[in-house]
């Protein structure tokens, strides 16, 4: 089967660092994926780790563990635009079908 | 230049009518997936079609019924619309079947009363 788990909600402060979790159990693994979703747009891209280790793209970090079935989102000076909903998801099979938790929804205040 | 467009944005309909949602994708990309969002914000896969040949079809009641004309579009039938199918729905398009990460389109908020 596949599961995937992340918190509901998070609040952090502008300028602070958060980090969202997700932990995830399927059968078979070909990556996870992080992507944004502001509220009434599509789920935007962020980041997209295979292997273990910590993926560094500007504010935004990506970490994985398979061995833990864990990862997480790592957002550095926060600002108010990145008040979002943040969706993990991993692939399932072979054709390219994604597999998405209910998201977290960050809230950053001043 | 919108890559994965949607029509409409926003559709308010009765029960028991039937509508279409249009996806289009000018990526050049030849897989495309309707997804559904709902109330409590979790995606799921509907659908899926590859070079216009269906290749996900996940539990959904048969008065949904994609049509893909050609592999740059991906149209969503669906009749006798229902209360619970009140919900966002997304088209998503990627490059081949085994390559990773997708292009949303914007979005339709479908709306039954």
């Known amino acids: 089967g596949q599961n995937i788990d992340q918190p509901t909600e998070m609040t952090a402060t502008e300028g602070a660092i958060v980090q969202i979790n997700c932990t995830y159990q399927t059968s078979g693994f070909n990556g996870l994926f992080w992507y944004q979703q502001h509220a009434g747009e599509a789920p935007t891209f962020l980041s997209y780790?295979?292997?273990?280790g910590l993926e560094e793209k500007g504010r935004f970090s990506s970490f994985l563990s398979r061995s833990k079935g864990y990862s997480y989102l790592l957002l550095k000076e926060l600002q108010m635009k990145d008040s979002a909903s943040y969706l993990c998801?991993?692939?399932?099979?072979?054709?390219?079908?994604?597999?998405f938790g209910a998201g977290t929804r960050l809230a950053v205040h001043p | 230049d919108t890559a994965v467009s949607q029509t409409p944005k926003y559709l308010v309909t009765q029960m028991g009518n039937d509508k279409s949602i249009k996806c289009e994708q000018n990526?050049?990309?030849?897989?495309m997936y309707w997804y559904k969002q709902d109330s409590k914000k979790f995606l799921k896969i509907m659908f899926s079609y590859n070079n216009k040949e269906l290749i996900i079809n996940e539990t959904v009641p048969n008065r949904f019924s994609p049509k893909s004309p050609d592999k740059a579009h991906l149209n969503l039938h669906i009749n006798s619309l229902e209360l619970g199918d009140s919900a966002v729905y997304f088209c998503a398009s990627s490059h081949g079947t085994e390559s990773w990460g997708y292009t949303f389109g914007s979005g339709t908020r479908l709306t039954v009363v």
């Open positions: 990526l050049g990309h030849d897989t």
């Open positions: 780790n295979v292997l273990d």
């Open positions: 998801a991993a692939p399932l099979g072979g054709y390219n079908k994604l597999i």
